[in-house]
């Protein structure tokens, strides 16, 4: 973690109209978390709670999605460019009592904390810098803000909109960042003096550097070379291309950690998901959230798992989707199951083909192994559910539970209407409906009895 008397100021403030996107820009997803998750990600471990966020459009969904970072929360409401977010920061970086303050973009998911850190470290081995920022040098520099310098020296930034051959030179491919240390003391003799006497008639914190260099204040440019996950995400093709980068990168991380990824090129892992080496995994599948795959552990192809946990020699077979769930050792999912949010497996139970669990226990050994549907319910140990079965859990108005006790049998195309429990070793007739308990050791049919009736003449 860096000096305390820099803190960092996130600009997470904007619409995004380019993304053509009702969601706030920030929120943008990749790999199933928000472009603003990475960025704290990588601020965190450099200044802790020490990060600052200014939020405008859609802040309440900022909010929402980072309840543990909205204490330092900046309004800014009205959206008037990045100069005008840094004056409506100014209050609250006094307050903190800080000497410089570090701006980062909220939509530039690909940052990492090394280079932050290469830069922070550079900037503050003497801090002679009031005005500093990175940069990075690119072939196309596209609509980034042109860096000018005259004999080496930083001169100012220029928007892409506003920049031009004949005033400014031929361009270098040398852009701005828009990541920035700035002295405090500096600031604020400069900020009162930006003006938005622009095409887009905002205010620039690009304008800082124009301004610091004309007053004879220290300004630098820290270059970075050619690394363009530096930059803003500014479109949906940005987005993806971000998101694609981001996923081979992921993949690759965790290859070189043993995991077994067949097919990495079609894998997708989210950046808060844990592997343990020697889990195997075929691609296509998708992994988001906090999901955790232990060793040995098989996830076979076309799976969708989320927050949920896989232990050590568990199969997810083919075309399962898991949400919020836990497998326990050597069980058995799909193919095409759905566990939904609270689906708890004991070790070696079995959930099989179209069978959907929510909210339910299965207990160690027990057998689900066709279309049935169990939510609301406890299941004991060593339960054999036959196929077509459901837990009628909710009357309309409420939600009640089932509980199947250890070694029961509940035979095909069965209904269990909750409230009610069906007691140890006892069976449950096909196509009963249930609505009474069922003791211990009990024989529970509950259908109309059959009637055989001769079939006229004619009937075809």
Known sequence: MFDSNIAALVLA???????????????????????????????????????????????????????????????????????????????????MGCESVFVVNGDTPLIGG???????????????????????????????????????????????????????????????????????????????????????????????????VKRGRVVMGYNC?????????????????????????IVSQWLDK?????APESATIGPDVVLEPGAELYGPFELYGKTHVANGAVVQSNTWIKDSRIAAGAVVRAFSHLEQAEVGEDCVVGPYARLRPGAVLAEQAKVGNFCEVKKASIGKGSKVSHLTYLGDAVIGAGVNVGAGTITCNYDGRNKFQ???????????????VAPVTVGENA??????????????????????????????????
């Open 402 to 416: 089932t509980t199947i006790k250890d070694g029961a049998f509940i035979g095909s195309n069965s209904a269990l």
């Open 114 to 212: 090394a280079p932050l850190a290469g830069f922070l470290q550079s900037m503050s081995r003497d801090m002679q810098a009031d005005v500093a920022f990175m940069t990075i040098t690119l072939k196309d520099p596209g609509a980034f803000g042109r860096v000018i310098r005259k004999e080496g020296h930083v001169q100012a930034i220029v928007e892409a909109k506003d920049y031009s051959i004949a005033e400014h030179g031929p361009a270098t491919g040398e852009v701005n960042a828009g990541i920035y240390l700035l002295r405090l003391a500096a600031v604020r003799e400069l900020i009162g003096e930006l003006t938005n006497e622009n095409k887009s008639g905002e205010y620039y914190i690009t304008d800082l550097v124009d301004l610091g």
């Open 225 to 249: 070379g050619a690394d363009p996950n530096l930059m803003g995400v500014n479109s949906p093709k940005e987005l993806v291309q971000a998101e694609f980068s981001l996923r081979k990168k």
């Open 427 to 460: 069976l449950v007739g096909a196509g009963s409906v249930i609505t009474k308990d069922v003791p211990d050791g009990n024989l529970a049919v509950a259908r109309g009895r059959q009637a055989n009736i001769a079939r006229k003449r004619g009937d075809s």
């Open 13 to 95: 403030a904007g619409k995004g109209t380019r993304m053509h996107s009702p969601r706030p820009k920030v929120l943008q997803e990749l790999l199933g978390e928000p472009m603003l998750h990475y960025v704290y990600e990588a601020l965190e471990p450099l200044f802790g709670k020490s990060v600052r966020t200014v939020v405008g459009h859609g802040r309440d969904e900022v909010a929402a999605r980072f309840p543990n970072w909205r204490d330092g929360f900046i309004v800014q409401e009205r959206q008037l460019g990045t100069g005008h977010a840094l004056m409506e920061s100014m209050d609250e970086l006094d307050r």
């Open 258 to 262: 043993g995991v077994i990824i067949h």
